[in-house]
């Protein structure tokens, strides 16, 4: 564990990773204490260009509010919604690839027609239907892009499974008499996880481009200060006033960055492989 | 005027490594048309002696000094281009592992052409005229056939003749072979060394031979040099250091090796503890769609195994002595027949059957879980069964003992642990259940012959005290005559012979156990 | 022959998918808040319960769940997609008309992807460790991070607003007229930037999966034989290396194909273009759910039959398979 630590601490873009996203979270839990109004009140003349005034220092947008405010407040709300979706996709997608990796036959075939089924749906579309039916509050939304972002995980989970089920050592725990639970969750899980857990990065910085993607379409919570809500605002004012679109899309990028960094930043810490420098 | 001579050649390793140079100061030579067998245990550097020759070292390792001179040329300090040029055609390679070391997208007979596309300017048909010839000097049946042939459709064998083809068919003036037969079969592996030396001695291609085999050494070789931790102790003719080795650590390899003579018979029990009846399993392939080929792996076995006794299980792959090591501990299910174990069915449930059969897996660095202490990995079978923990603890540090290692071990996790140790864990966790049976499929085969010799022993001083009775699946003949009193030899999921090990090996009634043992590598000059 | 059979075998055991899909996504449309004569009413300004109740009777709307469902596949089964009440057509016709624009544009990104996707990561891999891999990487990196309806946006205002180089949306100039050979050029100019947009993303990921995929290659067992053999780099490259390492990549495309329609509806959306990821959203919008519906099928239609093709690619270029 020190050792992979050590690792990553090593790696310069790991370590980007690890600052970026930091600084997010950061911006995060200062919102509140920098920006105490409502970001999405109005705040002053609409459409002020960055500099111009000292008091917004990246301008307003459209409606006369605070780039910044918004800015940070939504800092807190992609990483919020990016963790609790990337928790509720990794649950239901650990659960799937164990059941179907560890048990083949029945349970492996029907599991995998459901993975099948939610793959083949692109999740943008499974994503728009499911807030069509079940509205666009912000907590519904989570839960609808954990929903739509489980199958990549189940799959390797499964594979994962796979591979390990018929390993000596977990053979071994078998003949030794212990159960198809111990099994499952003391030999095979914690040698499966890692390479989970680095692909949990890849589900955040979907999870995150997904929700700004629905924000960008309107389809989201209107009243979350969400970034790609602001970069669908700016889009009638692209032509000159383009500052509105840039600026909160620069920060949804770094923020992706960030998280990617990290990932792969864990995945060469987990696997570290003599590249031959 | 040597073929190749190696002068002084000092190999480092990259940082991090767990030692800092590969090959220290070492200096061979080949005459041509000679055979050099270069053994020595993992680690020992003969790997990277061969990959160095040619410049084909894993990325980071490099040639620090020294000198590879193959005639009047200096393989360390060409060219990148002009050593290209050789390769293929001064010097040839055979590697390995045939499984993978051929192309798997692209048709035998085109790898073979681009030998002659490469380094002539001959034209297509007679490039296809030479591939066919080639095949034909390799004895592969269907040399037509095989040259259309994708690398899947041959057996291990096979592509290792495909491999010999390819690396002989621009008449190379030295030959690096890398283990090129310890993925084989021993019948299999008989065939390849009679090929090669045949072809050798036909071509006069100097050979350099990498094994750890001392059985292959004697089959083959006309000098020997011993390596051990990158450097080499020992070179000279292999009458002399076989008979007459000079250095201690040639002559404790030789000691470890087990001979084909087993040691006077014992007296055993005549009670049964392990008997298998008319055991059937046949393996069928899941899925509609799949085409019914249905593999028989048992077909009607009956072994018995008597208390306090080891009885071998001998067979090459594809006989089904794992699959019997398997059904016998459980871990499958069988069709046919009826494992009785002490005198009562082999229960099918896990917990009943753990404390009558147990099991000691072949390889020593996946059959323990890296994540956990090997303490609790040990101790774990007894705490499910409903020992308290601290008991079973204490019970594992003393079969710690018991196995050569130290109580305060059980505290740390597998990769501390070198492979004959984590052996001995193994066999520590399979007595912790203090079974009536012990089934050891190919305890020692991954591990180098010292570490093995030294396992068997622990085997054998175990048998003696707790009167264990062991099931040994393995395919190394030697092996099993050191260790079982009696055998069972198994071809095709039939068991075609059995009997106490010292009639069975001297005088083998059944035409394969015959071919076995005459396929058994340097039969003559290790002392049998 | 061989590679027909397996193609058709993993085609009979995409129906249940489907099925389950289309099971699926009927029984969730039936929880959303209002059905299409609701939009309809909304649509017309409002209406009393009788009429309400007469439409619902009219398109069947008044049966339970489990007596639509059956009429829908009934009717799915003889490819009538149903009636779109917000456009006053057929849906089928709707989907038809819209779907040329989304299969250029998804053609077109495709292909683009796939091929710079697949020269980046071979030179990547070439120089590994070296400036040119480092550059290649980060590139990667940050186009993955980038959101594409944002870049689409900034590539509006540099290459339309301010060097006015290209069309800033629409599918061809319809006012202009063209036919022929000229409309195609037209479209295809209009195609630049969101074929950009789109396939920016999926750039990095092919990127990404070939470097890897590259190197992972040239670690394994026959490629150490090719070099003993006297190969040259080039060759060994070529004739080994490549085919070997393009094995991952034709699977990504099947595994992609659902991914890439889903960021078409954000890209037409940006680029105003008339496809079926458009259409997609304004039946959300409007609570067009027969469309939905429709949408939901054709879309799972397309990524079955673009997965069928990868799986025939695959046996073609692997004779392992089926073996």
Redesign the interface.
């Given at each position: 564990m020190r050792r992979a630590l050590l690792a990553y601490l090593r790696n310069p873009a790991a370590l980007l990773g690890a600052v970026l996203v930091l600084a997010v979270l950061a911006m995060g839990l200062a919102a509140p204490l920098l920006f105490p109004n409502d970001p999405l009140g109005l705040a002053g003349r609409p459409l002020q260009w960055p500099g111009a005034n000292p008091r917004f220092p990246l301008g307003t947008d459209p409606s006369g509010r605070d780039i910044m405010a918004q800015l940070f407040h939504g800092a807190r709300v992609s990483l919020l919604i990016g963790f609790v979706a990337t928790l509720v996709a990794t649950a239901i997608g650990i659960a799937i690839g164990a059941l179907a990796g560890f048990y083949s036959g029945l349970v492996d075939t029907v599991l995998m027609r459901l993975t099948e089924a939610f793959q083949t749906l692109p999740n943008f579309l499974l994503l728009l239907v499911l807030v069509a039916v079940f509205g666009s509050q912000i907590e519904t939304v989570t839960i609808a892009i954990g929903l739509v972002s489980w199958p990549p995980v189940a799959r390797l989970t499964r594979a994962e499974f796979l591979t390990l089920r018929t390993r000596e050592f977990v053979q071994a725990a078998r003949v030794q008499g212990l159960s198809d639970l111990h099994l499952m969750l003391r030999e095979v899980l914690p040698n499966a996880l890692p390479p989970v857990i680095v692909y949990a990065s890849v589900v955040m910085a979907v999870a995150i481009l997904l929700e700004s993607a629905l924000a960008f379409l309107q389809l989201s919570d209107p009243n979350v200060p969400s970034w790609g809500n602001l970069i669908g605002l700016g889009r009638n004012v692209l032509r000159v006033e383009w500052y509105v679109s840039a600026i909160p899309g620069v920060a949804i990028l770094l923020t992706i960055l960030g998280v990617s960094l990290v990932g792969q930043g864990l995945n060469d810490a987990l696997n570290p492989r003599i590249t031959g420098r | 005027m040597s073929a190749l001579s190696i002068e002084h050649l000092t190999v480092a390793l990259p940082r991090g490594a767990d030692r800092p140079y590969a090959l220290t100061d070492v200096s061979l030579s080949i005459a041509p048309g000679e055979i050099l067998c270069v053994v020595g245990e993992s680690g020992s550097g003969k790997s990277v002696t061969a990959t160095t020759i040619m410049r084909l070292m894993a990325p980071g390792v490099r040639v620090e000094a020294g000198r590879v001179m193959l005639g009047e040329t200096d393989l360390a300090s060409l060219p990148d281009e002009a050593l290209r040029r050789l390769r293929g055609r001064r010097i040839a390679m055979v590697f390995q592992e045939p499984m993978t070391a051929l192309n798997p997208l692209m048709a035998v007979g085109d790898q073979l052409a681009e030998m002659w596309r490469t380094h002539t300017d001959l034209s297509a048909e007679k490039i296809a005229e030479r591939s066919l010839a080639a095949l034909r000097e390799v004895a592969l049946p269907d040399p037509e056939g095989a040259l259309r042939a994708y690398p899947h459709e041959l057996s291990g064998g096979q592509r290792q003749r495909v491999m010999i083809a390819m690396a002989l068919a621009l008449e190379p003036e030295l030959l690096i072979c890398d283990e090129p037969t310890t993925a084989l079969d021993v019948t299999t592996q008989a065939q390849i060394l009679t090929l090669i030396r045949e072809l050798q001695r036909r071509r006069g291609t100097a050979v350099l031979f990498i094994t750890h085999d001392f059985g292959v050494v004697a089959e083959i070789a006309d000098r020997v040099a011993v390596m051990q931790q990158g450097v080499v102790v020992e070179q000279g003719s292999v009458q002399q250091v076989l008979t007459a080795p000079s250095h201690a650590y040639t002559r404790r390899l030789l000691a470890a090796v087990p001979g084909l003579r087993a040691p006077p018979a014992r007296k055993i029990s005549p009670e049964a503890v392990l008997e298998i009846r008319n055991l059937g399993k046949t393996y069928r392939p899941a899925g509609i769609f799949r085409r019914r080929r249905a593999a028989r792996a048992l077909d009607g076995v009956s072994v018995t195994l008597r208390r306090g006794a080891t009885l071998g299980i001998v067979g090459e792959s594809g006989s089904g002595k794992s699959t019997l090591a398997r059904c016998a501990v459980g871990l499958l299910a069988f069709d046919q027949g009826e494992i009785r174990i002490a005198g009562r069915p082999l229960p099918p449930a896990r917990q009943a059957a753990a404390h009558l059969v147990q099991m000691v897996f072949q390889d020593p660095y996946a059959s323990l879980n890296p994540r956990r202490k090997v303490g609790d990995q040990v101790a774990q079978g007894p705490i499910a069964a409903g020992t308290p923990r601290a008991k079973a603890l204490a019970e594992a540090a003393e079969l710690f003992a018991l196995v050569g290692l130290e109580p305060s071990a059980l505290a740390r996790f597998p990769h501390e642990f070198s492979g004959g140790q984590r052996q001995r864990i193994g066999i520590a966790r399979a007595l912790a259940m203090k079974p009536e049976v012990l089934v050891a499929d190919e305890p020692v085969s991954a591990l180098d012959v010292s570490v093995q010799a030294q396992v068997l022993t622990l085997l054998r001083e175990l048998q003696a005290r707790l009167g264990l009775s062991i099931l040994f699946i393995t395919h190394d003949l030697r092996v099993a005559a050191q260790l079982c009193d009696e055998v069972a030899v198994m071809q095709n999921g039939l068991v075609v012979e059995a009997g106490p090990i010292g009639q069975v090996f001297e005088y083998p009634a059944h035409a394969y156990t015959k071919s076995l043992l005459a396929a058994v590598p340097g039969r003559g000059m290790l002392g049998v | 022959m061989r590679i027909v059979a397996l193609a058709g075998?993993r085609l009979a055991a995409?129906l249940?998918?489907?099925l389950?899909?289309l099971v699926?996504?009927f029984c969730?449309?039936q929880?959303?808040?209002g059905d299409t004569v609701d939009a309809m009413l909304a649509q017309m300004g409002g209406g009393d319960a009788a009429i309400a109740a007469d439409l619902r009777r009219f398109y069947g709307l008044d049966l339970s769940v489990a007596e639509q469902l059956a009429h829908y596949l009934w009717r799915l089964v003889r490819l009538d997609l149903g009636f779109s009440a917000i456009y006053g057509k057929p849906v089928a016709t709707v989907i038809l008309e819209r779907l040329p624009a989304t299969l250029s544009l998804m053609g077109a990104s495709l292909s683009f992807a796939f091929a710079a996707g697949m020269a980046l990561g071979v030179i990547a891999a070439r120089r590994?460790?070296r400036w040119p891999d480092t550059l290649i990487s980060t590139l990667g990196?940050?186009f993955?991070?980038?959101?594409?309806?944002?870049?689409g946006?900034?590539a509006?205002?540099l290459f339309s607003?301010h060097l006015q180089w290209l069309p800033a949306g629409g599918f061809g100039d319809v006012a202009m007229g063209y036919t022929g050979a000229r409309r195609v050029l037209d479209i295809a100019w209009h195609l630049v930037l969101p074929t950009l947009t789109l396939g920016l993303i999926f750039l990095a990921i092919y990127l990404r999966i070939m470097r890897a995929s590259m190197l992972e290659v040239l670690s394994?067992?026959?490629v150490?034989?090719?070099?003993?053999?006297?190969?040259?780099?080039t060759?060994i490259i070529t004739?080994?290396v490549l085919?070997?390492a393009l094995l991952p990549m034709v699977t990504l495309i099947g595994?992609q194909a659902?991914?890439?329609?889903?960021?078409a509806?954000?890209v037409e959306?940006v680029f105003s273009l008339p496809g079926l990821g458009r259409l997609?959203?304004e039946s959300?919008?409007q609570?067009d759910?027969n469309t939905?519906l429709g949408?939901?099928f054709v879309?799972?239609l397309l990524?079955?039959a673009v997965?069928f093709l990868v799986d025939m690619l695959y046996a073609r270029?692997?004779?392992?398979i089926g073996?």
């Open positions: - | - | 075998k995409s249940p998918t489907l389950l899909i699926g996504i969730l449309l929880f959303a808040p590994v460790n990196l940050i993955y991070a980038t959101p594409s309806f944002w870049f946006l900034m509006i205002v607003v394994l067992d026959f150490r034989t090719a070099r003993a053999k006297g190969l040259r780099e060759r004739r080994h085919r070997n595994l659902g991914t890439m329609l889903g960021g509806v954000v959306s997609a959203y959300v919008v609570r759910l939905l949408i939901v879309s799972a990524v079955i997965n270029l692997d004779p392992r073996a």
